[in-house]
């Protein structure tokens, strides 16, 4: 019982970001912005069978995809596949974009405000959090903003 309830503590607390499985060689990959005021951050994208139990994540692929970040003004609910509310189909205007080195990490210069961002998934905006603030929205206030940006394609 100790262990199922461990193994589901462990899933949730992976899944919202704050445990991550780095190959050895990416260990120590760190990324220093050269801009002063936006964002900055890091393309994952999960893969697999992430479901928790030890053999399940030996099959749960994490990985840093160079791709394009895209950056709107404010998007809503609205805005996003009724059917795949991941996907964006009504793009607000456009405000900046970046390609996220081969590492997965990229920058953005932005003037302040808030924004919603987006990572390219097979020709489609991705964005994984929607909520009645809008999608993915990062707000930038004379500042460097940390943005991580997930694709989550696994099982869970």
């Known amino acids: 019982m100790v262990l199922i ?4 503590i462990f899933a949730v607390l992976w899944r919202a970001g704050y445990i991550q499985f780095m ?31 030890f053999e399940s994540l030996k099959r749960c692929r994490v990985s840093h995809p160079s791709r394009r970040v895209t950056v709107r003004e404010v998007a ?19 405000v900046a974009s970046a390609v996220a ?7 953005v210069a932005l003037p302040s405000g808030t924004y919603s961002v987006f990572v390219d998934d097979m020709g489609r905006e991705y964005c994984n959090n929607v909520s009645e ?6 707000t930038v206030v004379r500042s460097l903003v940390l943005f991580d940006r997930l694709i989550d394609h696994a099982v869970f």
């Open 76 to 94: 809503t609910s609205r805005d996003m596949d009724r059917f795949e509310p991941t996907l964006l189909v009504n793009a607000p205007p456009l």
């Open 101 to 107: 080195d081969e590492r997965g990490f990229f920058q």
């Open 5 to 8: 309830l461990l193994t589901m």
């Open 23 to 53: 190959e050895s060689a990416d260990l120590d990959a760190t990324f220093t912005p050269t801009i002063d005021t936006g964002i900055f951050g890091r393309v994952t994208l999960l893969e697999g069978s992430c479901m928790g139990g």
């Open 133 to 138: 603030q809008g999608a993915c929205t990062v």
